[in-house]
C-alpha cells in the first residue's frame, strides 16, 4: 500500500471535539454555517523600515552610497582651489529563495463542507506574511534565528548571549548578511563611519547597540529613549519611531509622563486620567501612540530584552525582490490538489547610523 505525503490534509486527519474545545484539522459535522478564522495584528514591518528594490538579473546586488566628501575653501586672487573628487560605500545585499508548498488530496475535498483549497491558500498567505514580519525584525535587532540565518556572528562580535550574540563591539560585517547598526571601535571618516556638523568623533564612535537603564525584560526607562535620540541626532538623523515589544509597551503604561505626553494616531494630545481610556484604540497595525513625538509601534516579534529607535524617514534597511511572491498550481500526486507559494528576496540594514536597538542586560 502506498501511503500519503507528509504534510497533505487528507481525510484520514483528526477532527475536533467542540465538547471539550479540541483542535483539529478538519470538520465534518454540519453545526455552524461559518468559520471562525482568528486575529492578527500586521505590522507593516517592508513600509516602516525598508527600501524596497527591484533587480531584474543576478541574485545578489551591490548599493552604492555616496558620502560627505567635499568642502569650500578660501582661495586668494588668482589661485584656485584644489581638486576634490566623490567617495562612496557599497553594500552587497544577498537574494535567498523561500516557498510554502499546499496539498489537499481530492476525498478530503468532497467530504469537507468547507472549500478547503481557500482555506488551505489563505493560510498559507498568512504565513508568507508572518514570516516576512519575523524576518524583518529579527534581521532589524541583530536577534538570532538559525532557520533565517540572521543574527551577529559570534566571530565578529564576542560573547553570545540568551537573546542571541552579544552586540556591543560590532566592526565587521563581513561575516552577517543582514548587515547592523553602528558598533564601537570603528574609525571615522572610515566604512560606514563618517565626520558630520560639530559631533565629536567620540560621540560618532559611540556604539548603537547600548544597555539598557534596567538590566530587567521588558523595563524601559524614558532616559534609554532620549539617550537613542541624542546617538540619532549626532549623525544628523531625528529620531521618530519606537519599535518595543509587548512588555515593554506595559511599562510605558506604568510610567505617568507616558500618559501625559501620549496622543493616538491622528488625534490630540491627552491625559488618560489614570484609566488608560485614551490608549483602548490601539491601532490594528501596532501604532499605540506617541511619545514625545515619537510614533510607537509595538510587535510581539520583538523580544522583551530589547527594543529599538529608529528614524523611519530613512529606511535602515534594503528590501531587494528578485521574484514577487508566486502562486503557482502544484502536481504532487495522483487525486491531489497543490499549490506552490515563492518568492525571492534579500535584507540588510545599509543605514547604520539610523538606529539604535536598546537591550535589557543584567
Known amino acids: 500500500m502506498v501511503t ?25 459535522i454540519d453545526y455552524k454555517d461559518a468559520l ?20 531584474d538579473t543576478g541574485g545578489d546586488i551591490d548599493i552604492t552610497f555616496g558620502l560627505p566628501s567635499m568642502n569650500m575653501e578660501q582661495i586668494d586672487e ?45 493560510e498559507a498567505r498568512r504565513a508568507v506574511d508572518r514570516h516576512l514580519e519575523k524576518h524583518i525584525v529579527y534581521a532589524l535587532l541583530g536577534l538570532y534565528d538559525s532557520g533565517l540565518g540572521t543574527g551577529l556572528s559570534a566571530a565578529n562580535i564576542g560573547v553570545a548571549s540568551a537573546e542571541g550574540p552579544a552586540t556591543s563591539s560590532i566592526t565587521d560585517f563581513s561575516a552577517n548578511i543582514y548587515g547592523g547598526f553602528i558598533g564601537s571601535g570603528g574609525a571615522v571618516d572610515t566604512g560606514r563611519l563618517y565626520n558630520y556638523a560639530l559631533t565629536s568623533d567620540t560621540q560618532l564612535q559611540k556604539s548603537h547597540y547600548v544597555a539598557a537603564a534596567s538590566g530587567v525584560a521588558g523595563k524601559l526607562r524614558l532616559a534609554d529613549i532620549t539617550n537613542a535620540i541624542e546617538l540619532i541626532g549626532n549623525m544628523g538623523y531625528n529620531a521618530d519611531t519606537v519599535f518595543i515589544s509587548p512588555a515593554h509597551y506595559r511599562s510605558l503604561l506604568d510610567l505617568a509622563d507616558f500618559t501625559i505626553a501620549a496622543d493616538l ?3 490630540t ?3 488618560s486620567g489614570g484609566n488608560l481610556g485614551g490608549f483602548q484604540d490601539t491601532s490594528i497595525n501596532g ?65 547604520p547610523e539610523t538606529g539604535v536597538v536598546v537591550i535589557n542586560t543584567a
Open 78 to 122: 588668482g589661485s584656485t582651489p584644489k581638486y576634490q573628487h566623490t567617495k562612496m560605500r557599497s553594500e552587497r545585499v544577498s537574494v535567498n529563495e523561500w516557498g510554502i508548498a499546499v496539498g489537499v488530496t481530492r476525498r478530503m475535498i468532497e467530504d469537507s463542507r468547507f472549500n478547503e483549497v481557500e482555506l488551505a491558500l489563505n
Open 4 to 28: 500519503t505525503q507528509e504534510g497533505l490534509l487528507t481525510s484520514n486527519n483528526t477532527g475536533s471535539y467542540a465538547a471539550t474545545g479540541g483542535t483539529g484539522d478538519r470538520v465534518l
Open 269 to 271: 494630545p491627552r491625559n
Open 36 to 55: 471562525v478564522d482568528y486575529r492578527t495584528t500586521d505590522i507593516p514591518a517592508v513600509s516602516l523600515f525598508c527600501e524596497r528594490m527591484t533587480t
Open 287 to 351: 501604532l499605540v501612540g506617541q511619545l514625545y513625538g515619537l510614533n510607537v509601534y509595538t510587535s510581539a516579534w520583538i523580544p522583551a530584552a530589547r527594543f529599538g529607535v529608529f528614524d523611519s524617514k530613512v529606511k535602515q534597511m534594503a528590501y531587494v525582490e528578485r521574484r514577487p511572491l508566486t502562486v503557482e498550481e502544484a502536481n504532487p500526486g495522483f487525486g491531489i490538489v497543490g499549490s506552490y507559494m515563492s518568492m525571492r528576496y534579500g535584507l540588510k540594514v545599509i543605514r
Open 265 to 267: 494616531a491622528g488625534g
